[in-house]
């Protein structure tokens, strides 16, 4: 059993910045890929940024520039930092672990950008 835990979301202003964390705890042999998603209302969940266990990361053209992942591998645990908030950053985030190639999922955690 893998359990995997956000935290971090809340209320901003536009321009504003947030810091989302996720631990992964439980049954872990090893971590590939650890990732964050999000879903706006009315939306697909969509991929904002991932982070491989050796490093290597990947962006939505949106948010390039403004957010970094990073990871620690010790703690088995993923950073989400976003700078320059949006209004259209505003959804549920979802931190996704990779292990053995089964996937776990947070409960989310809500982001609100206001203008």
């Known amino acids: 059993q893998v359990q995997v835990v956000e935290s971090g979301g809340g209320l901003v202003q536009a321009g504003g910045s947030l810091r989302l964390s996720c631990a992964a705890s439980g049954s872990i042999v090893s971590i590939n890929t650890m990732g964050w998603y999000r879903q706006a209302p009315g939306k697909q969940r969509e991929l904002v940024a991932l982070?491989?266990?050796?490093?290597?990361?990947n962006y939505a053209e949106s948010v390039k520039g403004r957010f970094t992942i990073s990871r620690d591998n010790a703690k088995n645990t993923v950073y989400l930092q976003m700078n320059s908030l949006k209004p259209e950053d505003t959804a549920v985030y979802y931190c996704?672990?990779?292990?053995?190639?089964?996937?776990?999922w947070g409960q989310g955690t809500q982001v609100t950008v206001s203008s």
């Open positions: 996704n672990v990779v292990s053995w190639g089964y996937d776990y």
């Open positions: 982070i491989t266990s050796g490093g290597s990361t």
